[in-house]
């Protein structure tokens, strides 16, 4: 299932969106409500084998490809944020690293799990004073024996309330800082001395938690290391691509939705006896919404591809994060001018959509440090492919 067909590729959408509009769309208004997917959802998609897309067929997954699951995370986007958010995790930032660093031990205890589903996962990084500067973080983990004792704080970590078990970074050598200092390891929430803190109420992306996750001298066998000692950042900084294009796809599925809203809208609102669409400001509205997520479509599948065929795509990846994250912002924007007063009511999604797609520019890495990514890369003589 790692590269497949354009035709195999559709009927993957169609069957996704089948799903999601069946089963999920009825759920939304309730999800934003109650700020949480009911438990009669999540045990759907289980059986559906959602939470396992990306893991490998032989650690109890479907090990799908890039392109495929950029299909499936835009098709989800296209309800409700958090029913994409929670099968992203599992599928990228909560697996990736073990299947791609970790031991076969380690796949073999994690990976089965976390693809069915029966646990769920998150990937705690972000600290207090250390956001786009992740080298600056202080959660230290020392070895002692046959244990690392981690001791600190991490906060905005999604997933924490309700995870069964962390990737988490944490410094192993401060004199070493970022260069060899930094770990990453796997950590069960049963573990001792794990707390989860305050609990984040943000203004969008209801259902999804992020809450602050305390580390008090619990102990994390050493055989929980994922890679070698001193390799965190790396370890980490290979999976946020993974994060990054479920951004760029999350906000193309958005996007997608608000331009089908807009164009149905704008045919049978009418104003002054014409429906809207007949006036050429509603139509301008309407054409640059639709290039503009044309475009973003375009890089990413283009991007999912070279990642699919193992090319080194970090450029691309980055400019479909920034691109597609600012994007939705626009277009989100556009739907506004288009549903006036509508557009303003809680129970409208293109009011949902306005809070949720602002946050795609902060996390993974936030716009400006995208920029400052995709200005280095060029200056060395990259150029996208
Ligand atoms: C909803 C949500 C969910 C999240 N989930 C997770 C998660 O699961 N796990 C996790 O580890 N983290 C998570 N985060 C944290 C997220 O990754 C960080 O918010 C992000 O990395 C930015 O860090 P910061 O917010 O601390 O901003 P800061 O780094 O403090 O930056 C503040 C502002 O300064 C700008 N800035 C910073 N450095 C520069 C520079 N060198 N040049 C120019 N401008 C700069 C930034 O772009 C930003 O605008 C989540 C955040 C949110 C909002």
């Not at 109890?60 to 099968?87: N, P, Q, S, W, Y």
């Not at 002692?144 to 078990?165: E, R, S």
């Not at 509205?285 to 080194?312: I, N, P, Q, S």
């Amino acid at each position: 299932m790692t590269l497949l067909q354009s035709d195999q590729l559709e009927a993957l959408r169609k069957e996704i969106r089948q799903f999601a509009q069946k089963e999920l769309a009825p759920f939304e208004q309730d999800v934003e409500t109650n700020n949480q997917i009911p438990e009669h959802i999540l045990t759907k998609m289980r059986k559906k084998g959602y939470f396992g897309l990306t893991i490998p067929k032989e650690y109890g997954g479907m090990g799908m490809g890039k392109t495929a699951f950029c299909t499936v995370e835009e098709e989800l986007a296209r309800t409700h944020f958090a029913f994409m958010d929670i099968i992203s995790l599992n599928n990228g930032l909560g697996s990736r690293s073990i299947v791609l660093d970790g031991n076969e031990e380690q796949k073999k205890k994690y990976l089965p799990r976390l693809a069915s589903g029966e646990w769920i996962s998150s990937f705690a990084l972000t600290e207090p004073n250390a956001g786009s500067d992740a080298a600056s973080i202080t959660t230290m983990a020392e070895k002692k024996g046959d244990v690392y004792l981690l001791n600190g704080m991490k906060h905005f970590i999604t997933n924490a309330p309700i995870a069964d078990v962390f990737i988490v970074i944490a410094v192993t050598d401060p004199e070493k800082g970022p260069k060899g200092g930094i770990s990453a390891f796997i950590v069960e929430k049963d573990f001792p001395g794990i707390s989860i803190g305050n609990v984040h109420q943000s203004m969008g992306m209801q259902g999804s938690h992020k809450s602050e996750l305390i580390f008090k001298n619990t102990p994390v066998p050493a055989q929980n290391l994922i890679g070698t000692e001193g390799r965190g950042l790396t370890v980490a900084l290979k999976t946020v691509d993974e994060g990054r294009m479920g951004v760029a796809a999350t906000s193309v599925g958005m996007a997608t939705r608000l331009l089908d809203m807009a164009v149905e809208y704008a045919s049978s609102e009418k104003f002054n006896g014409k429906p809207l669409a007949r006036y050429q400001s509603f139509e301008w509205l309407l054409a640059d919404m639709a290039t503009e997520l044309y475009a973003a479509r375009t890089m990413l599948y283009k991007t999912a591809e070279k990642m699919d065929r193992k090319e080194d795509a970090q450029l691309e990846v980055a400019m479909c994060k920034l691109y597609g994250s600012e994007m939705v912002g626009r277009v989100v924007e556009k739907a506004m001018e288009i549903f006036g007063k509508d557009g303003c009511l809680f129970e409208n999604v293109v009011e949902r959509i306005l809070r949720d797609a602002r946050i795609l520019r902060i996390f993974e890495g936030t716009a400006e440090i995208h920029r400052i990514i995709i200005g280095r890369k060029l200056l060395t003589g990259q150029r996208p492919s």
